[in-house]
Each structure stands twice: as structure tokens, then as C-alpha cells.
């Protein structure tokens, strides 16, 4: 069956710094997305991307969030200066236009 | 009002019991419904889409009042492996791609 990558699994940080969170989306899925769930609370909408170019996004996603496709393949997110309330799981997703969504299994951030 | 809401639990049953779970939504005009099952630090995986016929799958119903805004899942002959949080979600567009929206979960453990 086919997944959705996320590497690393676990990332440590410390506070201010930048970090960049990979997924391999499925490869033949139009559309890409990233969650975010803080410990204890409910999976929250971050943005999503289609045709190169966000879709959509939270009003969680603010100027400290960017999202890439640097390649046919990757789909990143990148915190610049991060807080410690960025400390979450964080959950990348593709679909397509039939089946529905496929999430990876996430990167824990740990922001110190 | 939150957007789709879920008695948190937690439920606690024994092997074989029935149990349901509840969930209401907010913004009348979703389109497309789901449970999803996580398990403790893990992702989200999609359990069963809802329909408004009611829809079945093993020993797990779901069922959808949209006049009432309310979504159902009950859980028949319950077994060790179904303990997890059950999430209630809601795609306001209803395509298979859209954004999707978290209830935060219901924790149910089934115990011997």
C-alpha cells in the first residue's frame, strides 16, 4: 500500500532556531497538506498546496511557516525561529481527487 | 460554538460491549464525514466515511442526521485492539481534497 514519508521522526530544537520538516507525499497525489497537534489537543489544519502554490491556509500558518516542493518528490515545512509553542506533531497528508487522504506517521518537534 | 464536537471520554468497557460516540458540527453547509481511529502518537487513519443512508462496516456503524447537525459511530462486540481515539472530522467542501476539520477525540479503552 502506498505511504506518505515523513523524516526525521523525532527532531529536537532549540528555541530560535530553523527547522525544516520532509515528506515524500504518494506519487501520483495532486495535493499536499501539513497538520499540526499540539500534545493533548485536537489535529489542527495548517496549509495546503496544489499546483505549486498553497491552496489554503490556517490563521496558524503565519509568516514564521513556508512550504516548499523543491522537487517532483519532497513536500516541506519550514518553521523559521521557532517558539516553544511550536512544539507539536506534525502531519503531512496528500491525496487526489478520488480516494481521499493519506497521512504519514509525523514529526515529533520538540522546541527547547 | 466549536466547529465539531465530541464527548472527550474517556469510555472504559469491557471485551464485547456495544459502545457509541457522538459528535455535532457547527457549519451546516459540510459536505463530507469520516471517523478516523489514532492510536496513542501516531497518525490518524481513516476508519469509515459516513453517509447519510447510515453506513456499515463489521461491527462499526456510522450514521449521519444533517437536519441535526450530528454524527454517530457504535462499535458492536468491542475487542482489546479497538482501544484508541476516535476522531470526529468534517470537509466543509466535500471534495476528497479538501481541508479537513478535527474533533478532538474521543479516548475509548476496551479491557479484559
Known amino acids: 500500500e502506498p505511504e506518505v514519508t515523513q523524516t526525521p521522526s523525532h527532531q529536537v530544537t532549540q528555541m530560535g532556531q530553523e527547522v525544516i520538516l520532509r515528506c515524500v507525499p504518494i506519487s501520483n497525489h495532486l495535493y499536499f497538506y501539513w497538520y499540526r497537534q499540539i500534545l493533548g489537543q485536537k489535529v489542527e489544519f495548517l496549509v495546503s498546496?496544489?499546483?505549486?502554490?498553497?491552496?489554503?491556509k490556517s490563521e496558524i500558518f503565519d509568516d514564521q511557516f513556508s512550504v516548499e516542493r523543491p522537487d517532483g518528490s519532497n513536500f516541506t515545512l519550514k518553521i523559521r525561529s521557532t517558539k516553544l509553542e511550536d512544539s507539536a506533531m506534525y502531519f503531512c497528508?496528500?491525496?487526489?481527487?478520488?480516494?481521499?487522504?493519506?497521512f504519514g506517521s509525523g514529526t515529533r518537534l520538540t522546541v527547547v | 460554538r466549536k466547529e465539531v464536537e465530541q464527548d472527550p471520554g474517556p469510555f472504559n468497557v469491557p471485551e464485547g460491549a456495544t459502545v457509541a460516540f457522538n459528535c455535532t458540527y457547527s457549519?451546516?453547509?459540510?459536505?463530507?464525514f469520516f471517523w478516523y481511529r489514532q492510536d496513542c502518537r501516531k497518525e490518524p487513519k481513516l476508519l469509515m466515511s459516513?453517509?447519510?443512508s447510515g453506513n456499515e462496516d463489521g461491527r462499526f456503524t456510522a450514521q449521519l442526521n444533517r437536519a441535526s447537525q450530528y454524527i454517530s459511530l457504535l462499535i458492536r462486540d468491542s475487542k482489546l485492539s479497538d482501544s484508541a481515539t476516535y476522531l470526529c472530522?468534517?470537509?466543509?467542501?466535500?471534495?476528497?481534497?479538501?481541508?479537513?476539520?478535527f474533533g478532538q477525540g474521543t479516548i475509548l479503552t476496551v479491557h479484559p
Open positions: 457549519n451546516s453547509a459540510s459536505q463530507s
Open positions: 472530522v468534517v470537509n466543509i467542501g466535500g471534495t476528497s481534497y479538501g481541508k479537513l476539520t
Open positions: 459516513v453517509y447519510s
Open positions: 498546496f496544489y499546483n505549486n502554490e498553497i491552496s489554503e
Open positions: 497528508a496528500s491525496s487526489d481527487r478520488f480516494y481521499g487522504y493519506t
